[in-house]
């Protein structure tokens, strides 16, 4: 049978028991619409425990034989947000003696987390960096590099970090080439600056940006590889 916690509200403006009619409360829960105050819910003898630490919050909960999710109304969200638990004072010192027992075990394993994460992150990079040299040959393998890796910083929500990036889509990825060209290769970031409209000033700069990517595609320009032609567009 699915447990159902009760749900304690930390007020946003002062209200009072409707019950023993104490306040301002700290913490409450609404029956029937009206506050009651924890000792009058029965819930008095909990203690809080913020959100923050998965393990210790985890192991609280499954020892705590009776515990409450506390929660705050987000105003510009407009919605009530987690902050915590109430949970019994035995029950959290139990938790936290756990979690202290095995603190070096769950560090080992955060750490080949981590290691495994850096590993895949690096593998996306350069497949993202490969491809980019394989659609546009006379590029510069350094600002290959450089793209890529700013295109799938973990995160970020750019097109490396997409599904259509990770596939290695074509438009994804010469659309990840394209933003870097726009923002190095031209002046649109000192339109922006000078209150040009971000469409006005990206109809600026297509042209350019137009040049340089042919320009990648064609091949090797002479005797420097990869140096786009001077347009003369680019800011001192």
């Not at 996306?124 to 450089?146: D, G, Q």
Request: hydrophobic share 40%; proline share 6%.
């Amino acid at each position: 049978m699915d447990l159902v916690a009760p749900v304690v509200v930390e007020p946003l403006r002062r209200r009072r028991c409707s019950e023993c009619h104490r306040g301002p409360l700290e913490r409450m829960i609404v029956e029937y619409g009206r506050p009651v105050c924890l000792d009058c819910a029965d819930l008095g003898h909990l203690v809080f425990l913020r959100r923050g630490d998965t393990a210790l919050t985890r192991r609280a909960r499954e020892q705590s034989a009776l515990w409450a999710v506390v929660v705050r109304h987000n105003r510009r969200r407009t919605r009530y947000e987690r902050q915590g638990l109430l949970v019994e004072e035995a029950a959290l010192a139990r938790a936290e003696a756990a979690c202290l027992a095995d603190t070096e075990a769950r560090a080992r394993r955060r750490a080949r987390d981590a290691e495994r994460r850096a590993v895949r992150d690096a593998g996306v990079t350069e497949a993202l960096r490969a491809e980019i040299l394989r659609l546009f040959p006379a590029m510069p393998s350094e600002r290959a590099t450089e793209i890529a890796v700013h295109a799938s910083a973990k995160g970020s929500g750019r097109v490396g970090r997409t599904a259509a990036g990770r596939a290695l889509d074509r438009g994804a990825v010469t659309a990840a080439v394209r933003a870097s060209v726009r923002h190095v290769d031209t002046p649109y970031d000192a339109l922006l600056m000078r209150g040009v409209p971000r469409h006005q000033a990206r109809t600026r700069v297509s042209p350019t940006i137009e040049t340089v990517l042919r320009a990648w595609r064609a091949g090797p320009f002479g005797s420097d590889r990869g140096t786009p032609p001077d347009t003369g567009t680019r800011p001192a």
